[in-house]
């Protein structure tokens, strides 16, 4: 059965930092792409940060320089560093896993909530 569970999400002021966390239950977890997605009140769910199996990462223009998505080895949970928050960066954040040859994101967790204040 497959299962991410976020962790980690909060309520901060602009210039601060969080990390998020996704604990991912898959049969072969090396061979599957972890992202992040978040969707923020009245608008779409957009891609934030992804990494494969293989460690390889992908950020949305909007992240980078500030968040950075790690994992030790595909059996250990997903981070999210995200440091210098803004308050666009407010949202439900979701962890979702794809298989590698795959662009269908097909399994998510319940998502953490993110606010930050000016």
């Known amino acids: 059965q497959v299962q991410l569970v976020e962790s980690g999400g909060g309520s901060v002021q602009a210039g601060a930092s969080l990390r998020l966390s996704c604990t991912v239950s898959l049969r072969t977890p090396s061979s599957y792409v972890i992202g992040w997605f978040r969707q923020a009140p009245g608008k779409e769910r957009e891609f934030v940060a992804a990494?494969?199996?293989?460690?390889?990462?992908q950020y949305a223009d909007s992240v980078k320089g500030r968040f950075t998505i790690s994992r030790v080895n595909a059996r250990t949970p997903v981070y999210l560093q995200m440091n210098n928050l803004k308050p666009e960066d407010s949202a439900v954040y979701y962890c979702?896993?794809?298989?590698?040859?795959?662009?269908?994101?097909?399994?998510w967790g319940q998502g953490t909530q993110v606010t930050v204040s000016a």
């Open positions: 979702a896993a794809r298989p590698s040859g795959s662009s269908d994101f097909g399994y």
């Open positions: 990494i494969s199996g293989a460690r390889t990462t």
